[in-house]
């Protein structure tokens, strides 16, 4: 059974925000589908076990050949034909709509020589047969776009979702910090194994090094604050619906502190039911004294 979202209301009243939210959920999406198009897009997958994503069509007074009854009828026969079809409407009072039309400076599709309000009402009378039908409504008046896109995360998200990517990222500060980067914690206040000969030529991801650099006085309490606030922040970004987060870790060289804390760290995030994947970029380079400094005390 294919799962169906038809999305329609005023414009200016968040069709397409509502889109690109549902776009980042994982579902397909398509804006403005000539109505006599609908079977057709809607059509199951050719392949019998490939199992079809969510569809959301956007349509509206701006689409070609635009009838609401015509409109009803699609809805129906998607209906009849076994499909799980939802009819989901974005109303928005005129007065402010009117304000959005003039704070973008964009002219309203249905008055394109008159003044915003009279394609707004035009509008709102072509459309009073979805907006009746229509068995989820959403009232945008006093919603800003992130307030809008949370409330159909909310809707629609499904618990089998991924959500947030996260990333935890090692490296080295001599070799350049990563990009797209969203939060950077510098490891270098800890005791380094790079100046131990034995512990050199090893990497943080093994035991030796990990207790040299955890004998540091400073480490527990550090490293544990800094897993607290990131169990902390990382729900919140997901709840805000950011698709993807990089946490980096990064020391001199990026193959002994940073590795060894990202690991650590990642491994906690896991245990709170998170699903990090760890990235090591400079773990394979060759270590260096000129990248290192000097150690302490000399």
Known sequence: MNEVLLVTGMAGAGVSTVLKTLEDLGWETIDNVPLSLLPRVVAPPVDPDEAPRPLAIGFGTRTRNFDADTALRRFEELRQRGDNV??????CSGEELTRRFAETRRRHPLADDR?????????????????????????????????????????????????TTLTIESFGFARGIPAGIDMVFDMRFLRNPHWDPALRPHTGQEPAVAAYIAADPAY??????????????????????????????????????SVHVAERVAGRLRDAGLCPTIVHRDLAAAPQDALEGRPHGQ
Do not use: M, W
């Open 86 to 91: 939802g009819l989901l409407f974005l109303d």
């Open 115 to 163: 003044p915003a309000v009279e394609g707004i009402q035009r509008e709102r009378r072509l459309l009073a047969p979805l907006r009746e039908r229509a068995n989820r409504l959403i009232d945008t008046t006093t919603f800003k776009a992130n307030t809008l896109a949370q409330q159909v995360r909310e809707a629609f998200a499904r618990d089998s979702e991924v959500g």
């Open 220 to 257: 527990e309490e550090a490293v544990g604050r800094i897993e607290e606030l990131l169990l902390l922040l990382l729900p919140r970004y997901r709840a805000e619906g950011k698709p993807y987060v990089t946490v980096a870790f990064g020391c001199t060289g990026g193959k002994h502190r």
